[in-house]
């Protein structure tokens, strides 16, 4: 499947964005995100990860575009190259990360249950989580890095990693409460 791009649509919402508005940014994104979003899942083969790295690349380019910096023109190519560096920056990291499975680590951050089963089904909706979203959880909320402290380790910026675990909260918080209300159904 191929995007028709309007250039001249394209230079005019980009200039308006580098103008200081965020709705012709936001234009911007929604022509240019399923581009993003299928070149990063080729690359990390995983569609959790290829989100975060959207996301990043989107927020990236926002600032520069921001700080009068960023594209001029051609911005699908600007974006492109942006994910693909950052996609292929991520697969390098992960290939020299080493996955420990600590069952003592994971009793520590399950801790006591509060009642009946309660264990299980943190254990249940951490499980259901991409294990990216489990690593970075972890190191944020049990480890207690910082999201700075964690950008260059995990090949992103501080605020992808407060984003990342963000959303990562928010699917465990959905995910427990979806294992509770079946268990209570």
Request: charged share 25%; aromatic share 8%; proline share 5%.
């Amino acid at each position: 499947m191929t995007e028709e791009w309007d250039h001249q649509e394209f230079a005019i919402l980009l200039d308006r964005a580098h103008d200081g508005d965020d709705d012709a940014f936001g234009i911007l994104y929604e022509k240019t995100a399923p581009m993003a979003h299928r070149a990063a899942q080729h690359i990390v083969r995983d569609r959790h990860t290829a989100d975060d790295l959207v996301q990043e690349t989107f927020c990236l380019v926002l600032n520069a575009v921001r700080a009068g910096r960023g594209p001029r023109s051609s911005f699908p190519g600007y974006v492109l190259s942006t994910v693909k560096r950052l996609a292929y920056r991520h697969s390098t990291a992960r290939g020299r990360t080493v996955a420990v499975q600590d069952p003592a680590a994971w009793d520590a951050l399950l801790g006591r249950p509060g009642e009946p089963g309660d264990a299980s089904r943190v254990a249940a909706a951490l499980a259901s989580l991409p294990a990216r979203w489990r690593h970075v959880l972890w190191l944020v909320d049990v480890e207690r890095y910082s999201p700075s402290e964690l950008g260059t380790r995990l090949a992103m910026t501080p605020n992808a990693v407060s984003s990342l675990a963000a959303r990562a909260r928010k699917a465990l918080r959905a995910a427990y409460l979806e294992a509770a209300t079946t268990v209570d159904a």
